[in-house]
């Protein structure tokens, strides 16, 4: 590897880290780099998520504000996210990657139109919560299943994997864009972690890769939590769903 081509990856892992702590889709931005730069593609893949896991974290402390009084939650749909990621990466290591390839598309498109239609469906959402008798006001019980099964696909590839994760989650729980983008984070540095840990010991990592993305990432994160966490949520809506179709049209390419 040439010292430019080390220049490249970090810059690469810097944009995916602000990326993924703003919307979740940085691996866009690595994935397709490590693949030009002639690393092969499952090198590529469980690197890339590996070396994306200190960008997580990062953007995670970043947002630990908007996670204020979200603790029980994040931790119950902490557990969903560990057990998909760990599912997840044990399916990138045991099946063909066009088994769960085809379905990408699918999950991305789903996670795109979640996020456009989220504010009409939450109105709807409250106005049949107040006209129950119940003053209480939970989050619906098909998020954490949902959130488990996001976690599947991040711990098998993550590409726009924030994407599903805030259309799930601006649906089915009762809280502003930027306290669920916390959540988000937090998620998908579960499912990058618990995935991570495997393919440590399973996996065929290049390690220099891994250095530079990390680095990168972690810089990246701290961009992010920057400036995400001052975009105003229509803002923040309409940079999820521009990266969504991105990363749409770049898969079906």
């Given at each position: 590897?040439?010292?430019?081509?080390?220049?490249?990856?970090?810059?690469?892992?810097?944009?995916?880290g602000?990326?993924?702590?703003?919307?979740?889709?940085?691996?866009?931005?690595?994935?397709?780099?490590?693949?030009?730069?002639?690393?092969?593609?499952?090198?590529?893949?469980?690197s890339?998520?590996?070396?994306?896991?200190?960008?997580?974290?990062?953007?995670?402390?970043?947002?630990?504000?908007?996670?204020?009084?979200?603790?029980?939650?994040?931790?119950?749909?902490l557990?969903?996210?560990?057990?998909?990621?760990?599912?997840?990466?044990?399916?990138?290591?045991t099946?063909?990657?066009?088994?769960?390839?085809?379905?990408?598309?699918?999950?991305?498109?789903?996670?795109?139109?979640?996020?456009?239609?989220?504010?009409?469906?939450?109105?709807?959402?409250?106005?049949?919560?107040?006209?129950?008798?119940?003053a209480?006001?939970?989050?619906?019980?098909?998020?954490?299943?949902?959130?488990?099964?996001?976690?599947?696909?991040?711990?098998?590839?993550?590409?726009?994997?924030?994407?599903?994760?805030m259309?799930?989650?601006?649906?089915?729980?009762?809280?502003?864009?930027?306290?669920?983008?916390?959540?988000?984070?937090?998620?998908?540095?579960?499912?990058?972690?618990?995935?991570?840990?495997?393919?440590?010991?399973?996996?065929?990592?290049?390690?220099?890769?891994?250095?530079?993305?990390?680095?990168?990432?972690?810089?990246?994160?701290?961009?992010?939590?920057?400036?995400?966490?001052?975009?105003?949520?229509?803002?923040?809506?309409?940079?999820?769903v521009?990266?969504?179709?991105?990363?749409?049209?770049?898969?079906?390419?």
């Amino acid at each position: 590897m040439t010292v430019w081509e080390a220049v490249l990856i970090a810059l690469a892992g810097v944009g995916a880290g602000t990326i993924n702590t703003i919307v979740g889709s940085g691996t866009l931005i690595t994935f397709p780099t490590l693949l030009a730069l002639g690393v092969p593609p499952v090198t590529a893949n469980v690197s890339n998520n590996l070396g994306l896991v200190p960008g997580s974290l990062t953007g995670a402390w970043g947002y630990r504000r908007e996670l204020r009084g979200q603790s029980t939650r994040v931790l119950r749909l902490l557990v969903a996210s560990l057990i998909g990621g760990a599912v997840g990466a044990v399916l990138l290591l045991t099946l063909p990657s066009s088994a769960f390839e085809t379905i990408v598309p699918v999950l991305i498109g789903l996670g795109v139109l979640l996020v456009i239609v989220q504010p009409a469906l939450s109105r709807r959402v409250a106005t049949r919560r107040e006209a129950r008798e119940s003053a209480e006001v939970r989050d619906a019980g098909w998020v954490w299943p949902l959130v488990g099964l996001t976690g599947v696909y991040g711990g098998y590839f993550g590409a726009a994997q924030g994407v599903l994760l805030m259309g799930v989650l601006g649906i089915g729980v009762p809280e502003p864009l930027q306290r669920l983008n916390a959540v988000k984070n937090v998620l998908a540095a579960g499912v990058n972690s618990v995935a991570g840990v495997l393919f440590i010991f399973v996996a065929d990592l290049d390690w220099l890769v891994v250095a530079l993305i990390g680095v990168g990432s972690v810089v990246g994160g701290l961009i992010g939590s920057t400036v995400g966490r001052r975009l105003p949520a229509p803002v923040l809506r309409g940079v999820i769903v521009v990266v969504g179709v991105v990363a749409l049209v770049a898969l079906l390419r």
